[in-house]
């Protein structure tokens, strides 16, 4: 059986015991070993940690007095005592002020040298550059004078293409007013005609039904060709009345999914509608002016982005503020509460949108209309109607 020994730094508290090559293994690693100056410094640690302390951290270390020319030796715990009264100290002084003027200057010196290099190498590399942009700016000049002669006549060529363009438009305008006009005259006599050979023939059952005829003709002159859009409305409102009658069912003040659209989008030509707003109070259970409408177009690019904010369409409120399709309302002198009609006007060859009032008798308008566009509707309270009617 091996023999059992121990540690050899047993008596400085290590209690590690094995066999011979446990122990050789261990000695190694021990955290018991004392330091060369043992007698007064209490330190222990492994040999890897005694060798760095023995050499920069032990205090009873001997180490040389700093000063130049002093040869003393002393405890590392004891020299700063004797260099603090060293007779060599001034001396060291005023050398360690020469050497460090002298280090300042050749530093300085350097640094100079490295600029003024620097400067004459940035120098020629900033020539060569500007060389060679003069070079290529001379044969950017030549081309874009050759691009200026090409595009000089290439416009006169367009300005002269949309002068006869604009001359063709200009006749063709002309000629569909006169087929119109010529289409106005001859129904206005045929119906001179109808109501000449009614006369002769005296013929009441002929008459009744021509009346008949021109009745039902005016009475679908006065229906409209587009209902609010039942795809596309908002989830807080409903639709009635075969798609003309809008109301507001959900919400207290959400100012989201309460609008409705119209099923057309203009883009030329004049239209014209009536929007008849009931269930309107001027004033709701929060105590405030808050139960409103807005009625105008929407610009169909703002439809398509799902963007219902009222800011970014045309039209206006009961409560007095308009919206041109910017992001602030302009406040105007009015205000409609309850029940009211108001009559909206679009001439997209003129690019208006325009309002008449009947109860206040109050008309506004709003210029610059980016088209197409189609009919908007938005509610804000529970209740809230609005149907659109054709033009009277």
């Known amino acids: 059986m091996p023999k059992i020994v121990e540690c050899l730094n047993q008596d400085l508290g290590c209690d590690f015991k094995g066999t011979k090559m446990e122990v050789i293994e261990h000695f190694n690693e021990c955290q018991r070993h004392a330091c060369l100056f043992e007698e007064e410094c209490k330190w222990t640690g492994n040999l890897k940690e005694k060798e760095k302390h023995v050499g920069t951290q032990c205090d009873f270390r001997q180490v040389e007095c700093n000063f130049i020319a002093c040869d003393h030796k002393e405890k590392s715990i004891d020299i700063n005592s004797h260099q603090s009264d060293c007779k060599f100290r001034e001396l060291n002084d005023v050398v360690d002020q020469h050497s460090q003027r002298l280090n300042e200057i050749q530093e300085l010196t350097k640094i100079d040298n490295e600029k003024t290099q620097k400067r004459i190498t940035d120098s020629l590399n900033v020539l060569d550059s500007l060389n060679n942009e003069v070079g290529s700016l001379n044969n950017q000049i030549e081309n874009l004078t050759k691009e200026l002669t090409y595009t000089q006549s290439s416009l006169i060529n367009t300005n002269i293409q949309a002068e006869n363009l604009q001359n063709e438009i200009i006749a063709i305008n002309s000629k569909i007013e006169n087929i119109y006009q010529l289409v106005d005259d001859k129904m206005n006599q045929f119906k001179e005609i109808k109501r000449a050979v ?63 659209v119209g099923t057309k989008e203009f883009s030329f030509g004049v239209h014209e509608w009536i929007c008849k707003v009931t269930n309107l109070q001027s004033t709701s259970e929060f105590g405030k002016k808050d139960q409103w409408c807005m009625l105008g177009v929407m610009p169909l ?28 309302y302009d406040k105007l002198e009015y205000e409609l509460t309850d029940e009211y009609e108001a009559h909206l006007k679009l001439d997209c060859n003129t690019k208006v949108l325009s309002v008449y009032y009947p109860k206040i008798d109050k008309s506004f308008s709003i210029p610059d209309i980016i088209l197409p566009v189609v009919p908007y509707v938005k509610l804000y309270r529970i209740g809230n109607e609005c149907e659109i009617l054709p033009k009277k």
């Open 198 to 260: 009614i006369a002769n023939n005296n013929n009441d059952l002929f008459f009744d039904n021509f009346v008949e005829e021109e009745e039902e003709e005016e009475e679908v002159m006065k229906t409209l060709d587009w209902t609010l859009n039942p795809i596309s409305k908002g989830t807080n409102v409903i639709l009635e009345n075969n798609n003309l009658t809008v109301k507001k069912t959900l919400g207290n003040n959400s100012h989201s999914s309460c609008t409705a």
């Open 301 to 328: 690019d703002t439809f398509l982005k799902n963007n219902s904010t009222t800011t970014k369409c045309y039209g206006w409120t009961n409560t007095g503020y308009r919206a041109n399709n910017t992001n602030a």
